[in-house]
């Protein structure tokens, strides 16, 4: 029996779609090994946010190469969708497949033989016709490669995308604690930093009824709680006909189906609107937790990334947040060093952090991404001075996590027990998660995917540590 691994970077949109593509490929009698050196196939998921996302996806492909020569690998995702020919270069890799083509990855596994003439002829063309937006099937005669095999290039204009690409995912007992369910994709934004428009297309959304079908399959295969996920959730439904959106479709599963909590991946800011809030409060079946990326705290700065809100805006959103459920899980995300930004725009962000009532932040250290308007802009900051700013970041972000965890003790809290994956050598201990986001560890060896009332006592290590009752 054959054999695969999924090496996956990136968000919970890449994580869905490494589940699908898992759930396929185990479909069609592959076996899943624990790594990538045991494997047959070895299928990389990039992410293509910053350059220093596109270095780790570089690496881990010269690793696995050095590693497990004879292994096959698929590199896919949004870096395989942006930039082919730039890992067409490295050794190692069978196919590259763009986002445009992921629906094809089983396909080729399959066939995963050195590429004929006959192929060459069904109407692909080559890599220098990319710009056109045609698809692209690279023979690699040159390129340096695997031994066995060229490396091939499949990809095409993503922006052409009209649906959604989706493959139903496993959770519960059979598949992964906290399946990803991704309901929506491509973003309608042009935020002048961001390449992932690019990479990943238009809006597109899961129609309502397909996620409820999709969501009563989880929970009936095992599934307790399902993480809703998209490029742009918010955006959710506005592609649609009939038009819906998130806080309709989050009622309809609330009265359709049993799943007994769902937790939604990051919104925008200005998508939490006092209704959606309203609606958490009112169902302890979703998980209290909201990730709004802030990206900066200066007015001048969300402006030239052409950001749709003012720093009062967001500050406001959150504030909402915490007057609805104070025990909410706030986090968000924050750029620092984007071109232009001043010192005073800096303390302007971490002032603005420091009061709102966030409880932790991905922090990311601006890098240009080609084809992007923020690449073309003057002024851009200093490498050292960015890596400064962000360790200011990065401190008051765990200041934050720490003080947000410090408030969770003595209270009880409900708690999802995860799959154990080595941490815990003597069995004292299990962990899990709670509704707002918090880590804990929790007395005793329990089974993964149990719901648990656990009593928080103390923390220990950077986790929470609590007894069930």
Known sequence: MATFYIEQFGCRATQADAAAIERQLRERGYAVTTNATSADVVVVNTCTVTAAADLQARQAIHAIHKENPAARIVVTGCYAQRAPEELAALKGISWIVGNS?????????????????????????????????????????????????????LTGDILLQKELYFAPVEGGESGHTR??????????????????????????????????????????????????????LGNYGRDLTPRTDLSELLRRLLDETSIEQLRVSSIEPMDIVEDLIALFAASSRLARHFHMPLQSGSDPILAAMHRWYRAEHYARRAELVR?????????????????????????????LIERMPLTYLHVF???????????????????????????????????????????????????????????????????????NYVDLRVAGRWISNQFLDVRVTREADGHLVGTAI
């Open 101 to 153: 083509h992921k629906p094809e990855i089983p396909r080729l596994i399959d066939e995963m033989t050195p590429v004929s003439n006959q192929i060459a002829a069904e109407g692909f063309v080559r890599l220098s016709e990319i710009s056109q937006g045609k698809s692209v099937l690279l023979l690699g005669e040159e390129s340096p490669s695997l031994e066995h095999a060229p490396t091939n290039i």
């Open 179 to 232: 399946p990803v369910l991704k309901i929506q994709d491509g973003c309608d934004s042009r935020c002048s930093y961001c390449v992932i428009p690019l990479v990943r297309g238009r809006s597109r959304s899961l129609a309502p009824g397909r996620v409820v079908e999709e969501i009563r399959k989880l929970a009936q295969g095992g599934a307790r709680e399902v993480v809703l996920s998209g490029i742009d």
């Open 323 to 351: 007057e609805w459920l104070p025990d909410a899980a706030i986090g968000a995300d924050v750029i620092a060093g984007f071109p232009g930004e001043t010192e005073e725009d800096h303390r302007a962000t971490l002032a």
């Open 365 to 435: 250290s601006y890098s240009p991404r080609p084809g992007t308007s923020a690449a073309e802009m003057p002024d851009h900051v200093p490498a050292l001075t960015i890596a400064m700013r962000a360790k200011e970041l990065r401190a008051l972000g765990e200041a934050k996590k720490s003080a947000f965890r410090a408030a969770q003790i003595g209270r009880t809290l409900r708690v999802l027990t995860l799959q154990r994956n080595g941490e815990d050598t003597n069995g004292s201990w299990t962990r899990a998660v709670s509704g």
